[in-house]
């Protein structure tokens, strides 16, 4: 089975500031890895994923994430945040077989600070 | 382009009612789920339904049963609500292929009193 482990449930960041965002996960096999966001009174929306090749993964927002194996990380970054970033963003994981579902991390809000 | 709509947006119940949690998808996904989340405890999965005609459970099952209609609409049903069932209730559907990502509604905001 798979799980994931949020780091920082809040992390707080003043515009225009660098932030990361930290995901570990721990499978014992190869799996997918995808960062979601959700703002306000919203559900859930895809950010970015890794599914293979390139390890930096890159969403239309600036945000990118690295897939590492070694350390069993997939951190999300953004180099210069905005007030529109304030939300929460998941972290999961979801093996390729199948046969189980998608499972995510707790989650961590991000305050983006004028 | 609706995607995921759940109905109702909101309810207040007493406890002891029953009720059902209404989502229908527009994708022509195969897989669908429900999930609820609370502060602190990120999203948990209740049940899910790979495929039409097949349903399981999730981490937290207990309190709640499922009907998958067809392929567009998954229900949830309280058969007899309680304040632990407080919570915002998530609809998702998916592809059944792991690398698609799940879609999510709005969400319902339910409170038990």
């Known amino acids: 089975a798979q799980s994931v482990t949020q780091l920082d449930s809040q992390v707080p960041v003043f515009e225009e500031a660098p932030v990361e965002l930290r995901c570990n996960y721990s499978s014992s096999v190869s799996v997918y890895l995808f960062w979601y966001v959700q703002y306000p009174n919203q559900g859930l929306q895809l950010l970015l994923k890794?599914?293979?090749?390139?390890?930096l993964v890159e969403s239309i927002n600036g945000f990118e994430a690295e897939f590492n194996k070694s350390q069993t990380s997939f951190h999300l970054r953004k180099p210069s945040v905005h007030i529109s970033d304030t939300a929460e963003y998941f972290c999961a994981v979801s093996d390729l077989s199948g046969n189980t579902p998608l499972v995510f991390g707790k989650g961590t809000r991000l305050s983006v600070i004028a | 382009n609706a995607g995921v709509t759940q109905t109702p947006k909101f309810q207040v119940l007493k406890t002891g009612q029953s009720m059902t949690l209404q989502c229908a998808q527009d994708m022509n996904h195969n897989s669908m789920y429900w999930y609820r989340q609370d502060p602190g405890m990120g999203l948990r999965l209740i049940y899910y339904?790979?495929?039409?005609?097949?349903?399981d459970k999730g981490e937290v099952p207990n309190g709640y049963n499922v009907s998958r209609l067809n392929k567009r609409e998954f229900s949830l049903r309280l058969e007899s609500a309680a304040p632990s069932q407080t919570s915002v209730y998530f609809c998702?559907?998916?592809?059944?292929?792991?690398?698609?990502?799940?879609?999510f509604g709005d969400g319902t905001r339910l409170s038990i009193l």
């Open positions: 339904s790979a495929s039409e005609g097949t349903t």
């Open positions: 998702a559907s998916s592809e059944q292929d792991r690398a698609q990502p799940q879609h």
């Open positions: 890794y599914l293979s090749g390139s390890t």
